[in-house]
T-cell receptor
Framework: GENVEQHPSTLSVQEGDSAVIKCTYS??????FPWYKQELGKRPQLIID?????GEKKDQRIAVTLNKTAKHFSLHITETQPEDSAVYFC????????????FGTGTQLKVEL | DGGITQSPKYLFRKEGQNVTLSCEQN?????MYWYRQDPGQGLRLIYY???????QKGDIAEGYSVSREKKESFPLTVTSAQKNPTAFYLC?????????????FGPGTRLTVL
């Protein structure tokens, strides 16, 4: 089955700096890659997603890039703010699999003042 | 935020007891999912249901059981056969079971087995 690896497990940046989180996936058939943000004690919420027919997608300060050849995708957060502090999860989904998601192990992002 | 609810928020049980976690959604979603979250391991899929009266095992189904008798409800039973049941359990739903449909999560149930 699909395997998703996520790095780094923790990331500390200064407010205003950029943050990058990277994920790799194993199954080349995967075609949907969402990113979820989970604040402490809260439920995960989708922040951005990308499909395999697109190489990059942006939404204000966040962007996701996808390299299908290398089977990796990345989350980029620019101009980080304290409220960006949370755990971020990447995931991958294979067509025909009931929309099941295979998640990475998460990245704890801390934005320091 | 609303639309998918889980109860209770916290649950304590003794070893050897079965326990059922509730998940309800009023979003008219076809598909529902149960994940287990452990520190440092991300979310792992336990069971999923693409449509009412149907469900399939996920990656870690051993020791768990589910039912999907109503579209809006997908309860999870943690049985005594589950070796390490203490975890945070998250339920999710999506409008359809096709890839690319956003999954919306409930607030979770934290189960502690004493």
């Amino acid at each position: 089955g699909e395997n998703v690896e996520q790095h780094p497990s923790t990331l500390s940046v200064q407010e205003g700096d950029s943050a990058v989180i990277k994920c790799t996936y194993s199954d080349s058939a995967s075609n949907y890659f969402p990113w979820y943000k989970q604040e402490l004690g809260k439920r995960p919420q989708l922040i951005i997603d990308i499909r395999s027919n697109v190489g990059e997608k942006k939404d204000q300060r966040i962007a996701v890039t996808l390299n299908k050849t290398a089977k990796h995708f990345s989350l980029h957060i620019t101009e980080t703010q304290p409220e960006d502090s949370a755990v971020y999860f990447c995931a991958a989904s294979i067509p025909g699999g009931g929309n099941k998601l295979t998640f990475g192990t998460g990245t704890q992002l801390k934005v320091e003042l | 935020d609303g639309g998918i609810t889980q109860s209770p928020k916290y649950l304590f049980r003794k070893e050897g007891q079965n326990v059922t976690l509730s998940c309800e959604q009023n979003l008219n979603h076809d598909a529902m999912y149960w994940y287990r979250q452990d520190p440092g391991q991300g979310l792992r899929l336990i069971y999923y249901s693409q449509i009412v009266n149907d469900f399939q095992k996920g990656d870690i189904a051993e020791g768990y059981s589910v039912s999907r008798e109503k579209k809006e409800s997908f309860p999870l039973t943690v049985t005594s056969a589950q070796k390490n049941p203490t975890a945070f359990y998250l339920c999710a739903s999506s409008i359809r079971a096709e890839t690319g449909n956003e999954q919306f999560f409930g607030p979770g149930t934290r189960l502690t087995v004493l």
